[in-house]
């Protein structure tokens, strides 16, 4: 399933940490498997667990701390090139509308590739996400995600 999973927990000076379990799950988008979007499991005593979501949008977490947790999700933003070379300078008007025109059909093609259903800003944020889920020691911890 090529999905990743770590564990980042604060530094108490002890080895042993709250119990955790394996959770796991798929992230859409109106409707539409999120893939690439990184997904954060916070419980509530601070331990973070984070994963990415395939092409599929399945994630799975080895390490989530039992427990009631808030859950943000991101995407990367990607970017693309917009560049155009000119070999040969205008040499009238016309030729300069020409190329103007051409530059303006390019960006709005090249923008319209690169976009995508964007997440929405409040599941970026532990204080914003309406995403609460629990996280049980002996149980179902798969989820469905669809924002």
Known sequence: MGVAGAMIAGCS??????????????????????????????SEKGSLAIGETDAEGKFKLRAVAVGPAKVTIVKPIESGSSTMTITTPPKNAAESEAYLKQKREMVRARTEANQAPTIPAKYSKRDTTPLDFTIKADGDNHFTIDL
């Open 13 to 42: 000076g002890s080895q042993k940490g709250p119990p955790t379990a394996v959770a796991d799950g798929v992230v859409t988008l109106k409707g539409a498997p999120l893939a690439n979007a990184t997904v954060t499991f916070l």
